[in-house]
């Protein structure tokens, strides 16, 4: 099956998620246990925890679980988290609450990055980039699972489709096709 690339470290601004085949990247009051049981290719984790140089998040994420850190812990680096109202965050070393513009956390954010990658791990801030032309490379991990509610991706209704060419080889333009089974909730294949 054809897959991306590995990621480089470029001074890119990456949207980048796991997301359940419905647009979902986190479940109804922020859940994730849905990620588990997915397997990812070899390295990939790597990948992104060596091309990383900075993360830029919301404050709504931040204020649903303040302990927890992108990659499980594994990538360690600059957090900024975009506020309105920093005064009432929950401190933390690692992490700078930023109340400015977006061109401005994004130029703070890859000055941090330092050459390397800056991972904007918020649904509302890359909607917001990417009105704003800041987003080089929407990086996205289809997991094989359907959530129905929760967080999209990109949630924005009355807008003008956006329309994007896929990086790699071959039409930009060319669809991804893809075939899934439905199976039980214990994962088993279904059998008639
Ligand atoms: N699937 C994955 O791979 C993955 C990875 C990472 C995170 N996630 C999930 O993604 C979800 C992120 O949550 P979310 O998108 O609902 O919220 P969010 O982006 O974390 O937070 C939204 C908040 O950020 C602040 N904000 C946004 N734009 C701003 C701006 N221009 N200026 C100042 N502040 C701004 C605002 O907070 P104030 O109201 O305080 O101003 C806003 O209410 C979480 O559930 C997290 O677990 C998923």
């Known amino acids: 099956m ?3 690339e ?33 397997s990812v290719r070899p390295g990939l984790h790597s990948e992104y925890i060596e091309t990383t140089g900075a993360v830029l998040g919301g404050r709504d994420g931040w204020d649903h679980d303040p302990d927890a850190r992108p990659y499980g812990g594994a990538w360690k680096g600059p957090i900024f988290v975009l506020t309105h109202h920093p005064e009432d965050a929950t401190p933390a070393d690692d992490v700078t609450f930023l109340n400015c513009d977006l061109a401005e956390a ?20 890359g909607r917001q980039l990417l009105e704003l032309g800041l987003i080089d ?38 669809a991804v096709n893809v075939r899934y089974r439905p199976t039980t909730p214990a994962g088993k294949p279904f059998t008639r």
């Open 6 to 38: 590995p990621q480089t470290a470029g001074g890119k601004v990456l949207w980048h998620f796991a997301m359940s085949l419905d647009g979902f990247v986190a479940g109804p009051n922020h859940e994730m246990d849905w990620m588990t049981g997915a």
């Open 137 to 174: 490379e929407i990086d996205l991990h289809i997991l094989p699972v359907l959530l129905g509610e929760g967080i999209r991706l990109y949630d924005n209704p009355g807008s003008a489709p956006i329309r994007l060419h896929r990086v790699g080889e071959g039409d930009p333009t060319s």
């Open 106 to 125: 994004v130029r703070i954010g890859l000055e941090a990055a330092d050459g390397k990658n800056l991972e904007v791990l918020s649904p509302t801030i």
């Open 2 to 4: 054809s897959d991306t």
